[in-house]
Every structure is written in structure tokens, then in C-alpha cells.
């Protein structure tokens, strides 16, 4: 473990960006818990259902907290929240996600993932940042073959835009690391869940239609793997990681990329057997090919994360999914 290894300074500013948003709102409620000021930023879009957005703003209802409804996008409301507050650590977590979504609608991630994030920047570089956190993800091992996936192989074979503009944002990163002397840390998250979940995600969707008795549908015939992490692993990951920045690498730059999964691939016919379980009803399932975007497997070697900071995710899925399950049922009604 590294040596210089210190806890979140309480007394800083924390902006979280994405702070409506699913692992946005868990890390607010996290340092908001410990006692640290968050500034949350989000756009409260429409992507998916925004009365869950509304509902997990509602719960991080605090006296320090404040938040400013605004898109990453928009350079001059960014600035003036930068200006404003003394921000000490930017936890960068706003983005429009989904892999399937970027086929359709392409500009919103040149517009949120690109333009937003080159402001994040911008604003890091002129003002006393101590380090910037930015969520990356397991999509940019696009067509990799080589398992499990390394923080040290090339990503340059991205099947998606969503996956091209979450490698792009590390290649910014490393720029603005190098040009201004701004730590940064990339996250490639591998398929998060938990209660406050995504509606897009898998297990969320197939959850809804599960227990309305609709088909689910099971792409590659359920011969699929996925690295299921779960959120609070997700979060204890970040309390360690933000106050840290990177030491210097052989550049003399403090620029650092991790994966942060549960290290165990489960097979998507198995996943949905624990779902099931966990629902208590069965699934009816509607069997199809591979979807354009997607990938066979994800699977994320950690051992930068454990080598660094004497951590790895280790929650198993059947305890994560009944920890949804037990959310999920009574928030909708079910």
C-alpha cells in the first residue's frame, strides 16, 4: 500500500457532479455523513425518469449541501459555482451514459461527456483544485480479448461513441495532468447497482418487467459476462481515493486510471437466476443475438486498487441484489 495514504479532510469542499445521479447521490450522502460540505451540480435531464433524480435529491437534504441545477455544458454557470466556492476536490461523475442510447442520439455525448468535461477542466486548471476525480468505464476495453482487462492494456478499439467519449475524457485528462500540473484520477467503473439505481441498466429494467409479468429480454442467449460491482463498494473506493491524488508516474505527472470491479464475471443466465430469487417471482424470458455495442465480457483487474489502497470490491451479487430487491419493491409499489 502506498505509503502517503491519508482520509478525506473533512473540512474541504467536495464538488460532486452528477449528484442526481445514481453513484453521484450515494457518494453525496456518503461525505455529507461524514461531515464534509458537497456542492452538487446536475442537469436533472430526462434521460431516465427524473422524479427518481428528484427523490434522491430529496434525501441528500442538508445543511451542507447546496445544490445548483445546471449543465456541464453551460462554461458560465460552471465558472461562477467555481468562483463562488472554494472547491478543494472535484469528484466528476455527470455525463450522459448508456451504451445502446449513443447509438441512437449521438450529439448528447459529444455535447455532456466532451464539452462538459473540457469545462470541468478548464475550471480545475484556474482555480486551487487538490485533485479531480473523473468516472471513466469498463467500456473503453471495447474489443479486447486479453482477460481479465488491465488498466495497462490499449483501449483503442472502443465498439460504441458512449465508450470513445469515456476514453477521450481520459486522454483530456492526461493533457490538462501534463500541461497544468491538475492530479487526476479516471474510474472505469464496471456495471454498477444498488438501490437508487439506474432505470437504463440491465438488472433495473429486467426488475420492472419481471414483476409486471412482461418478457425480459436476454441478449447473446444469456451467454454474456458482466463484472457486477456493487455501489457501496463503488463509494468506499472513492472515500479512499479523492483525498489521494496519484503520486508522480515516470512523466513527473500525477495522472492515474483504475478499474474499480468485483474482479468475478457472472454469467447473465446466472444473474438473472439470483434475480429472480431475490424478486421472488419468476422471469419470462425472450431470447436474442448480440446487440450492437455490447460486449461479450467485462472483467476488471484491481490490482493497482488493492497494491494502492488495500481495497477491492468484495460484495457478492446475491447480497447486493437483495439489497436492491429490498429498495426497488416498496419505492414503485411492488
Known amino acids: 500500500m502506498r505509503s502517503n495514504y491519508s482520509s478525506l479532510d473533512i473540512g474541504a469542499v467536495y464538488l460532486v457532479t452528477g449528484a442526481a445521479g445514481f453513484i453521484g447521490f450515494h457518494l453525496a450522502r456518503r461525505l455529507l455523513g461524514l461531515g464534509c460540505t458537497v456542492i452538487g451540480v446536475d442537469n436533472l435531464n430526462d434521460y431516465y425518469e427524473v422524479s427518481l433524480k428528484e427523490e434522491r435529491l430529496r434525501l441528500l437534504s442538508h445543511e451542507h449541501f447546496l445544490f445548483y441545477k445546471t449543465d456541464l455544458a453551460n462554461k458560465q454557470a460552471l465558472d461562477e459555482i467555481f468562483e463562488r466556492h472554494h472547491i478543494a476536490y472535484v469528484v466528476n461523475l455527470g455525463a450522459q451514459a448508456g451504451v445502446r442510447y449513443s447509438i441512437d442520439n449521438p450529439y448528447a455525448y459529444l455535447q455532456s461527456n466532451l464539452a462538459g468535461f473540457l469545462n470541468i477542466l478548464e475550471a480545475c486548471r484556474h482555480h486551487e483544485v487538490k485533485h479531480l476525480v473523473y468516472a471513466s468505464s469498463s467500456s473503453v476495453y471495447g474489443l479486447n480479448s486479453k482477460i481479465p482487462y488491465s488498466t495497462s492494456d490499449q483501449v483503442d478499439h472502443p465498439v460504441s461513441l458512449y465508450a470513445a467519449t469515456k476514453k477521450s475524457n481520459e486522454l483530456m485528462a492526461h493533457a490538462y495532468t501534463h500541461l497544468y500540473q491538475i492530479p487526476s484520477t479516471g474510474l472505469r467503473f464496471f456495471t454498477v447497482y444498488g438501490p437508487y439505481g439506474r432505470p437504463d441498466m440491465a438488472y433495473f429494467s429486467f426488475s420492472k418487467r419481471i414483476m409486471e409479468g412482461k418478457s425480459i429480454k436476454v441478449f447473446n442467449h444469456g451467454d454474456m459476462y458482466r463484472d457486477f460491482t456493487y455501489v457501496d463498494d463503488i463509494i468506499s473506493a472513492l472515500q479512499r481515493i479523492i483525498p489521494n491524488p496519484p503520486v508522480k508516474n515516470s ?72 439489497a436492491f430487491a429490498s429498495w426497488f419493491k416498496p419505492y414503485y409499489g411492488y
Request: proline share 6%; no cysteine.
Open 251 to 322: 512523466f513527473g505527472d500525477q495522472y492515474k486510471v483504475y478499474n474499480i470491479g468485483n474482479n468475478k464475471p457472472v454469467k447473465l443466465s446466472r444473474f438473472i437466476e439470483i434475480l429472480e430469487q431475490t424478486l421472488g417471482k419468476e422471469a419470462v424470458k425472450e431470447y436474442l443475438p448480440m446487440q450492437m455495442g455490447d460486449v461479450y465480457q467485462t472483467y476488471a483487474d484491481v490490482t493497482d486498487l488493492i497494491q494502492d489502497f488495500d481495497f477491492r470490491p468484495d460484495t457478492p451479487l446475491e447480497e447486493g441484489l437483495a
